[in-house]
């Protein structure tokens, strides 16, 4: 299995743009969660899906920030507009209930 | 508990000797604990988790030990190797899942 998949790896872009974050799970795990990364705050929750539905999503920090789940192997974050401040580690995760999440390898971001 | 700020709690041990990182998470209805280990530009990766009607549980050089009294989780790494410096993370939840991440330790190896 090759572990939760996200792309891209690394995200360079400037103020304003619109960015687009990937996710895909483990094959059979069917919740997704998504999380940023800061020294500042650690690892927080934004949002997460249990089969594909929106559960929680009360840590996306406002509303720049959007999450959708369009079938089982495949999620994307999207930040519009981006700004400086979202400059994060995002990762991906995923899980059958009940059992500890697997991390994907994370996405650097960085707003100009 | 909640990460707080920029400086992350550091523990150095010799190569070999046992550590022990420690926790202390916030909600008594958590029922699920779980340690992850951090390397340097990867995500968190699971080590060993414990449920909360255990307050041990053993895995290969690691130990998990869970105190619901005081809630309080520590995990022992025993003859620790250069491999496992790392930062290590706590987390709680119920259900598996929504994980609250403890603020982290960095672990150190010194040869």
């Known amino acids: 299995d090759a572990g939760v998949i996200q792309s891209p790896r690394h995200e360079v872009t400037e103020m304003g743009q619109e960015v687009t974050l990937r996710c895909k799970p483990i094959?059979?795990?069917?919740?997704l969660f998504w999380y940023r990364q800061t020294m500042m705050r650690g690892l927080e929750l934004l949002i997460y899906f249990n089969n594909n539905v929106p559960i929680d999503d009360s840590g996306m920090p406002e509303d720049r920030f959007s999450a959708k789940m369009p079938n089982a192997s495949f999620s994307t974050l999207k930040i519009q507009p981006s700004e400086p401040r979202d400059s994060a580690v995002y990762f991906c995760?995923?899980?059958?209930?009940?059992?500890?999440?697997?991390f994907g390898p994370g996405t650097r971001l960085t707003v100009l | 508990g909640e990460s707080v700020g920029l400086h992350l709690p550091t523990l150095s041990v010799q190569e070999g000797d046992n550590s022990i990182i420690n926790c202390a998470y916030s909600?008594?209805?958590?029922?699920?604990f779980i340690w992850y280990k951090q390397e340097s530009g990867k995500g968190p990766q699971f080590i060993i988790d414990i449920r909360s009607n255990m307050d041990k549980r053993q895995g290969q050089r690691v130990t998990v030990l869970l105190n619901k009294t005081v809630k309080h989780l520590s995990l022992q790494i025993a003859a620790t190797q250069p491999g496992d410096s790392a930062v290590y993370f706590c987390?709680?939840?119920?259900?598996?899942?929504?994980?609250?991440f403890g603020q982290g330790t960095r672990l150190t190896i010194n040869p």
């Open positions: 909600n008594s209805a958590s029922d699920y």
């Open positions: 995760a995923t899980n059958t209930r009940y059992n500890e999440q697997f």
């Open positions: 987390a709680e939840t119920q259900g598996a899942q929504k994980l609250v």
């Open positions: 094959s059979g795990h069917n919740s």
